[in-house]
C-alpha cells in the first residue's frame, strides 16, 4: 500500500487532517427549493418551530391513514425527498419529510445527537397533530436510516423502513481510510449493528447489490441481528436508486403488511 511508503510525519498530519474534517465529510448539506412549490410538489407544506425548519408535510387522506416520516442521507435535501416520495402521496399515505440542523438554511451544526434530537422534534410535533407513533412509519436513507432506526429503539411506531442502511459508521470510515484507525478516531458513531435488536417492530431493509458506497453486507448484517427485520436486495440497484429497481412494491407490500 502506498499509505505504508508515507513519512511518519506526513502519516500524522494526513490522520490529524482527517480528524478535523470529520464533520464535512459526514455531513454534506447541499442547496434545494426553499418552497414545496419550487420543488414541484405544492401539496406539501413546511412546517417550522422556534425559528427552525423541521421538514415538509402533508397528512394522510384517511383519518386512520398511515404517515411516513421520512429521513434523508447526509447529501439530501427536501426537494429531492419530495420527488422521490410523491407516488406515496399519491397511494394516500401522509408524509413527513424531515431535515436537520445545518439543512435547508437551518442554524445549528449536525451532529449524532443532533440528529436524534431534530428527529424526536418531529415526532413530537406530530403527536400534537393527532398522529401518534401507532400511525407513523419511520423511514431512513443512509445516514437517515440511522436516526430512524435510533427513533424506533426509542419508542415502538408501526414500521420501520431502512434503505441502504450500514452497520456503524466506524465499519464505513474503516473501510474508506484503511491507512488511518478510523475506529478509534471517529466521534460520530451512528451505532446500528448495536441497536436493530432493540427495534420490535416490523423492519422493511432495502438495498442495491451494486451499492458502491455501503455494501449489501451491511444491511446482511442488520438483518441477521434482528428477527422482526425482513431483507429484500435488488440485484440492478445502486445507493438510491432502489426505486428505478422495484423498491417500490417491496415497500407497498410492507405498509399492507403492517
Known amino acids: ?17 482527517l480528524v478535523l474534517a470529520q464533520r464535512p465529510l459526514i455531513y454534506r448539506p447541499e442547496s434545494s427549493a426553499r418552497t414545496p412549490e419550487e420543488a414541484g410538489t405544492p401539496w406539501l407544506r413546511p412546517v417550522e418551530e422556534n425559528g427552525r425548519l423541521l421538514g415538509w408535510w402533508v397528512p394522510p387522506r384517511q ?11 447526509n447529501r439530501g435535501t427536501l426537494a429531492r ?16 419529510l ?3 440542523r445545518g439543512y435547508e ?25 393527532g398522529l401518534p407513533l401507532r400511525r407513523q412509519v419511520l423511514y431512513g436513507e443512509s445516514l437517515g436510516a440511522a436516526v430512524a432506526l435510533h427513533l424506533a429503539a426509542e419508542g415502538p411506531a408501526r414500521g ?33 449493528i448495536n441497536k436493530i435488536n432493540k427495534v420490535k417492530i416490523k423492519t422493511l431493509i432495502l438495498h442495491g447489490e451494486n451499492d458502491k458506497s455501503t455494501p449489501p453486507a451491511h444491511s446482511e448484517r442488520l438483518a441477521g441481528c434482528s428477527q422482526m427485520a425482513r431483507l429484500h436486495i435488488l440485484p440492478q440497484a445502486g445507493h438510491l436508486d432502489l426505486y428505478d429497481h422495484g423498491a417500490q412494491q417491496y415497500l407497498l407490500d410492507y405498509l399492507a403488511r403492517i
Open 81 to 96: 425527498m419530495a420527488a422521490k416520495t410523491a407516488r406515496w402521496h399519491d397511494f394516500g399515505f401522509g408524509l413527513f
Open 1 to 17: 500500500m502506498i499509505w505504508l511508503l508515507l513519512p511518519p510525519a506526513a502519516w500524522i498530519a494526513a490522520v490529524l487532517g
Open 98 to 100: 424531515a431535515t436537520y
Open 160 to 192: 420501520l423502513v431502512l434503505e441502504a442502511p450500514f452497520t456503524s459508521l466506524p465499519d464505513i470510515a474503516a473501510r474508506r481510510y484503511p491507512w488511518a484507525p478510523a475506529r478509534l478516531l471517529l466521534r460520530q458513531r451512528y451505532d446500528n
Open 105 to 129: 438554511g437551518n442554524v445549528g451544526h449536525p451532529d449524532e445527537a443532533g440528529l436524534y434530537e431534530d428527529g424526536r422534534a418531529v415526532r413530537a410535533w406530530l403527536e400534537r397533530q
Open 63 to 73: 383519518p386512520d391513514g398511515l404517515l411516513l416520516v421520512i429521513f434523508h442521507g
